[in-house]
């Protein structure tokens, strides 16, 4: 039998997220990450498939990465409705099991919160997307505002017991830069309230060659 921990983590949760994330404008900010994204795709994070609808049709294949089994499920319809074949291969961000060279992308959506080591996730991505792919990616992260990062800071240890494992405060450029990856554009700002949970940054970085 499930303890309450694990049916609010691998049961409750995703549905709850899959409800919440659908929103008009979170959408808006998943689309203009996708912008360019092309070929095969490795995906950590994948969820429920909220991003499958609003790829663009150059995409051809995705590789899906997520803790969370019960995700593919939720998925089905998306998963039916897409012409871009995926394939389910782990469920650990930190550890994809691709060869060097795979993929021409990568993608991450309100994904690197929640991973615990973001810096071997982020090592990963770059072992498996061919040199010159890109990453592409939007999450909410660190504000540049002290007063609120100092409440994030604070929050941040009850959103983790939370939202398993989601972290307020991380600063997303500064670790896809400091992984290595080459920073085409950036796009940040608060996405609406509460402003600790809601400065987000999308972006396109390459792999170097």
């Not at 663009?56 to 499920?73: F, Q, R």
């Not at 615990?116 to 999450?139: C, N, Q, S, T, Y």
């Not at 554009?185 to 400065?199: F, L, N, S």
Request: proline residues 9%; contains cysteine.
């Amino acid at each position: 039998m499930k303890t309450p921990q694990a049916l609010w983590r691998h049961e409750a949760l995703p549905r709850l997220i899959d409800v919440v994330m659908q929103s008009d404008r979170i959408t808006e900010w998943r689309k203009r990450a996708m912008e360019g994204i092309s070929g095969v795709v490795v995906e950590p994070g994948f969820g429920t498939g909220l991003n499958l609808p609003h790829m663009p049709p150059e995409v051809t294949k995705v590789y899906a990465v997520d803790p969370a089994v019960v995700g593919e499920k939720i998925a089905a319809d998306r998963l039916a409705a897409s012409p871009i074949p995926v394939e389910f291969i782990g469920l650990d961000g930190q550890d994809l099991p691709l060869p060097d060279n795979t993929c021409d992308a990568g993608l991450l959506t309100y994904t690197l919160c929640t991973i615990p080591d973001h810096d071997r996730a982020l090592a990963e991505l770059r072992r498996v997307i061919k040199p010159g792919g890109k990453l592409h990616f939007v999450e909410h992260g660190a504000a540049p505002d002290p007063d609120i990062k100092k409440w994030q800071d604070r929050f941040t240890p009850i959103q983790q017991r939370i939202a398993d494992g989601c972290n307020l405060n991380k600063p997303i450029a500064e670790l896809i830069d400091r992984a290595g990856f080459d920073i085409e554009w950036t796009e940040a700002r608060y996405h609406g309230q509460p402003k600790i949970g809601t400065y987000f940054t999308a972006g396109v970085a390459s792999n170097p060659d």
